[in-house]
C-alpha cells in the first residue's frame, strides 16, 4: 500500500486504487473526465516517489520528464508526493469570438487568443468550466486557414461542460484550456499516401481539421472521410464538405446514415461497415477513427484485420464517464 502525499495532507492508497480514485474519495477537487487515460484532464505532477512507466503514457516528452503524470491510470507502488500542474505551463487563457450553431445539437466555438497556441488540426484541448471541471474537445480548425481555435461541441442533457458551452458562454468571456495534446493529426511527408478518416457524431471535428490540413499541404493522394449518424440531424456541415470535395479531385466525402430515414444524397448504413465496403484492403493507408469509443474501439480491430498497420491507425474515442 502506498501514501499519496497532496497539499499538506496524506492518504492511504490502497491496492489497485488509482491516485485519482484516492484523492476524489476524499473530497478533493481533482479535474477529471474519463478516467481511462485519454483525456489528460487530470494531469498532476509528481515531486518526489516513483511514478509507475504507464502513468505517463501519451504525455509529451517534455511534460514527463518534469514528472506530469496521469493520476486516473496511476496506480503506484511507491510512496508520491504530488501537486497540481503549474499554472503557467498547463493552463493557457483564450477568449471566446463566437459560439455558433452548426445543427439543432451542435456549436462551433471559436477561441482567440494573444499568445498564440501551436497546435495541429486533430489534436485536442481540456477547457475549463471551473478549476475541477474540464472535458476534452478536439481542435476542426487549420491554423493558417482560421486564425483561431475552433471546437465543435455536441450538447449532451444535463452534461456539465456541453450544456454550459451551449447556454452560458458568449463572445468575449475569457475561459482557461490546456495545452493542445494527442496524436491525431496529418503528418506530411507522404503525399501519395491513400487517408481513410471515419467518425461519428462530432468526431467529424478532428477528421474536418486533418482532412483540410492534408489538402492544404497538397496531399495528393486519396482522401476519404466517412462521417456517420443514426438520423440526418446528427451529421453537420455537409454542404460544406460537398464543395470540399467538388473542389478537390482527391478528397471524397460519404455522409452515412444508419437508421431509417435517409433522404437523397445520404448512403444507407454504418459508416464504418460502408467505408470497409468500399475499400476492403488497406494495407498502405493511414486512417484516422473519431467518436464514439465503441465504434472507434470495433473500428481500429477491423480496419488492422483489413491490412493497415497498427502505426498508421490514429484515434481519438471520445470516452466520457459514466453518469
Ligand atoms: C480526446 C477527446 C476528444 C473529444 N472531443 C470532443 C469534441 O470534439 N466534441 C464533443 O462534443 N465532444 C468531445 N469529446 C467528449 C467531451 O469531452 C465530453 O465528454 C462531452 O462534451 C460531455 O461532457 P459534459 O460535461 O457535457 O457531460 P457530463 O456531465 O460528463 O455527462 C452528462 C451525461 O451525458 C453522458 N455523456 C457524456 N458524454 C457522452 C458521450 N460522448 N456519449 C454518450 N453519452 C455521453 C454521461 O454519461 C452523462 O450521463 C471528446 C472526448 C475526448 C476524450
Not at 268 to 277: N, T, V
Not at 307 to 323: K, L, P, V
Amino acid at each position: 500500500m502506498a501514501s499519496i502525499t497532496f497539499e499538506g495532507n496524506s492518504y492511504r492508497c490502497e491496492e489497485g486504487q488509482s491516485v485519482l480514485d484516492v484523492l476524489l474519495a476524499h473530497g478533493v477537487a481533482a479535474p477529471h473526465s474519463c478516467r481511462s487515460g485519454s483525456c489528460q484532464s487530470c494531469m498532476m505532477r509528481v515531486e518526489t516517489g516513483e511514478l509507475p512507466e504507464s502513468s505517463q503514457a501519451g504525455i509529451k516528452e517534455t511534460l514527463r520528464v518534469q514528472g506530469y503524470f496521469l493520476p486516473c491510470i496511476c496506480r503506484p507502488g511507491d510512496d508520491l508526493t504530488i501537486v497540481r500542474p503549474d499554472t503557467d505551463t498547463m493552463r493557457l487563457e483564450a477568449t471566446v469570438s463566437h459560439v455558433t450553431a452548426l445543427s439543432d445539437h451542435v456549436v462551433c466555438v471559436g477561441l482567440s487568443s494573444q499568445t498564440p497556441i501551436s497546435y495541429r488540426p486533430g489534436q485536442f484541448i481540456n477547457l475549463f468550466k471551473d478549476d475541477a471541471t474540464a472535458r476534452s474537445y478536439s481542435l476542426a480548425s487549420v491554423p493558417d486557414m482560421d486564425g483561431e481555435l475552433r471546437l465543435h461541441v455536441r450538447r449532451f442533457a444535463n452534461g456539465q461542460v456541453s450544456t454550459w458551452i451551449h447556454e452560458a458562454l458568449r463572445p468575449g468571456d475569457r475561459v482557461q484550456l490546456s495545452p493542445p495534446a494527442g496524436d491525431c493529426f496529418y503528418l506530411p511527408g507522404q503525399a501519395e499516401q491513400p487517408l481513410l478518416l471515419i467518425g461519428t457524431g462530432t468526431g467529424l471535428a478532428p477528421l474536418y481539421g486533418i482532412a483540410r490540413d492534408a489538402l492544404a499541404q497538397g496531399h495528393r493522394g486519396p482522401i476519404h472521410l466517412y462521417h456517420g449518424s443514426r438520423e440526418p440531424a446528427g451529421l453537420y456541415l455537409v454542404e460544406r464538405l460537398q464543395e470540399l470535395a467538388q473542389q478537390y479531385a482527391n478528397f471524397r466525402y460519404f455522409p452515412c446514415l444508419s437508421g431509417s430515414e435517409v433522404p437523397d444524397g445520404f448512403l444507407p448504413g454504418r459508416a464504418l461497415d460502408l467505408a470497409l465496403s468500399h475499400a476492403p484492403e488497406l494495407s498502405g493507408w493511414r486512417i484516422y477513427l473519431c467518436g464514439n469509443p465503441d465504434m472507434v474501439k470495433l473500428a481500429r480491430k477491423r480496419v488492422f484485420l483489413a491490412g493497415a498497420s497498427m502505426r498508421e491507425i490514429h484515434s481519438d474515442a471520445f470516452t466520457h464517464q459514466a453518469a
